[in-house]
Structure formats: C-alpha cells, structure tokens
C-alpha cells in the first residue's frame, strides 16, 4: 500500500464528494429510510459543497491517498456544537476505506489533525460520535477525549443520538 497525504484542492470536490457519500452510506446507510438518507447526501456531500468548504480558508480537508485513489479524509474547522469553548475547533468528519482499516490511515489523519488545530492556537477539539459507534468511540479515546455531552445528529428526519467529545489542546 502506498498511502500519500495532502490539503484537497478544488480540483478534488467531485472525487470527494463521491468519497464521502459512498463511506457515509457504506458506514451507516442502513440506519436510515431511503428518503432520510438521500437528503442528508444532498445537503452535505454535493460537488459544489464540496468545492465551496475546500475554499473555506477556516475549514481544512487532509486527503489520503492509495495511488490516485482517495481512500481517507478527515474535515476540520469551526464547531458547529453548541455552547463549545471560544477557540475550539471541530474535527467534523473523519472516515477511511473499508480496505485500509487497522493499517494506520486514520492514526495519520488524526495526528494531523491535531497538530493543525494546535498550529492554529485550539484551546481544544470537538467532536460527535454515535452512541453506537464503539470502534471508533475507541479509536477516539487513545487520543485523549472526553464525553463532555449529547445531541441529537440529524439525517433527514431521523435524529440519531450522538456523543459529544472533547480534547483539551
């Protein structure tokens, strides 16, 4: 496997947005009436989202690559979670192909993470989980963070229930 990392660029919105919804549907699809979740994937992973949150100086996508094919991305930036501290960051997104699981892509991704809120003086990240997530309520624990609340994430109509966790920088 050889795995590559860097910032997307406008030319990367289509392949991440396919990217996205694919490991999003692939993830947790079948948690959702079709109707729910097609309206999630069209309000948060079309090309134009895509382009428009790439040139969000605010927001940062880091890409992985196997080849030339994208097989991981974490998106961070300003917290969408309520009452978060002034100066937090948001770890919004972060997912990794099936295939690449266990071979270290989301440690990467994570390590970057963190260094680029800590470049950008974060007094701390935020981050949601579902409740029902455990592998990656795991993979987030080794890193530091803490359940600090709960909220509900919509899809759709569907409301899952969602962890809220943070890590003091």
Known sequence: ??????DAVSSDAKALADF???TFVETFGRLYPPEDLSAFLAAKYGEAI?????ADPSIR????????AIAGYCMTGPPDIE??????????RLYVDEHIKGAGVAAALMEDCLAWARGRSAKALYLSVWESNHRAQRFYKRYGFEHVGEHKFMVGATADHDFIWRLAL
């Open 1 to 6: 496997m050889n795995i590559t990392y860097r």
């Open 20 to 22: 996205c919804a694919r």
């Open 50 to 54: 895509q382009r428009e949150e790439i």
């Open 61 to 68: 996508y880091r890409l992985a690559f196997d080849g030339d």
């Open 83 to 92: 009452g978060a501290d002034p100066n937090a960051l948001e770890l919004h």
